[in-house]
């Protein structure tokens, strides 16, 4: 079924920890997103990618890092975990041309 | 810069009663306009998109591009309309930019 999936649901870590968090989709789109959603506030967008070896920046400056190595897969990487990372993590992906985007379950993340 | 304000956090109506949510946004050029939905313990969803011009579990939006506002609005609401609502808008990249969240609950 074609779907797009984030592990871990949850995670909590220890500070200077590095951290990936995965994210695949099954659903053949060339753009894949990441966003950042703190409880009840704005979704900001930290990464995106247009296709294979395409990584952008997002509107909302962020310490992590993303790959885009194969379609269907992009990972978002902390190279060291701290407490201001706590937040709720968001992938999504769309096809090309078109801006309605599907989300994944998301990732919390709970740096300590 | 585009962006997406949602005045309200928290709105709160009984079951029957009409509702709006209201979203205005700021964008140089022909924006495209679209509401997300989230229920509780479920996945961020698209409810309607201002180019399809349809009506979705009862809801309806309306592109206003002089007061450039995209209300979303329901004559009677019903209790599974509780979730949160995101109304979002894309740039010239079709990159979404999604605006505060509107709670909305329902009551019986």
């Known amino acids: 079924e074609a779907d797009i999936y984030q592990t871990p649901r949850y995670l909590v870590i220890g500070t200077g920890k590095k951290i990936t968090l995965e994210c695949s989709q099954t659903?053949?789109?060339?753009?894949m997103y990441w966003y950042q959603q703190d409880p009840g506030m704005e979704l900001h967008l930290i990464h995106y990618?247009?296709?294979?070896?395409?990584?952008e920046k997002g509107d909302l400056s962020s310490e992590s890092t993303v790959s885009r190595i194969r379609t269907e897969h992009f990972p978002l990487t902390l190279e060291s975990a701290r407490p201001s990372h706590t937040s709720q993590y968001l992938c999504?992906?769309?096809?090309?041309?078109?801006?309605?985007?599907?989300f994944g379950q998301g990732t919390r993340l709970t740096v300590v | 810069a585009q962006r997406v304000t949602q005045p309200e956090k928290l709105l709160s109506v009984f079951k029957g009663a009409p509702v709006e949510l209201k979203c205005n946004y700021s964008?140089?050029?022909?924006?495209?306009l679209f509401w997300y939905v989230q229920y509780s313990r479920q996945r961020l969803q698209l409810l309607l998109r201002?180019?399809s011009r349809e009506s979705i579990k009862g809801f309806t939006a309306d592109l206003n591009k002089g007061e450039t506002s995209f209300h979303l609005k329901k004559p009677f609401a019903q209790e599974e309309d509780s979730a949160m609502y995101y109304c979002?808008?894309?740039?010239?990249?079709?990159?979404?930019?999604f605006g505060g969240g509107t709670r909305l609950m329902v009551k019986p």
């Open positions: 999504a992906s769309s096809a090309r041309g078109n801006t309605e985007a599907f």
């Open positions: 659903m053949g789109h060339d753009k």
């Open positions: 990618s247009y296709g294979v070896n395409s990584t």
């Open positions: 964008y140089s050029g022909s924006p495209e």
């Open positions: 201002h180019i």
């Open positions: 979002a808008t894309n740039n010239a990249g079709n990159m979404l930019t």
